[in-house]
């Protein structure tokens, strides 16, 4: 099973970027699938997650209204889209699937390389 996260990058505050992690090796019907990022001398933190297939998503407080986890169920895919970003999204960012379908926070068992976003003020 591999989750491989993509479209990382540097980006000025204000900015917007796209990532995506594509599942392979197994398909995630009946998984929720999220998103968390780790930022320099910090914890892992949840930043979203999105049920199968698709009706329900969960976020941290510090990204509602700017950041939209979706799905694509037939390429085994979720996207993070990200909007006005600060200096403080900074972070490597990692998908992941849990056993459950509830977008929860925690109890992930399956975890993508992650990819990292840089936001410059």
């Known amino acids: 099973v591999q989750l491989q996260a993509s479209g990382g990058g540097l980006v000025q505050a204000g900015g917007s970027l796209r990532l995506s992690c594509a599942a392979s090796?197994?398909?995630?019907?009946?998984?929720?699938m999220g998103w968390f990022r780790q930022a320099p001398g910090q914890e892992r933190e949840f930043v979203a997650a999105?049920?199968?297939?698709?009706?329900?998503?969960n976020y941290a407080d510090s990204v509602k209204g700017r950041f939209t986890i979706s799905r694509d169920n037939p390429m085994n895919t979720i996207y993070l889209q990200m909007n006005s970003l600060k200096p403080e999204d900074t972070a490597v960012y990692y998908c992941?699937?849990?056993?459950?379908?509830?977008?929860?926070?925690?109890?992930?068992?399956?975890w993508g390389r992650g990819t990292l976003v840089t936001v410059s003020s």
């Open positions: 992941a699937a849990r056993l459950g379908n509830w977008p929860d926070t925690r109890d992930y068992v399956y």
């Open positions: 090796g197994r398909s995630f019907s009946n998984n929720a």
């Open positions: 999105i049920s199968w297939p698709g009706r329900s998503t």
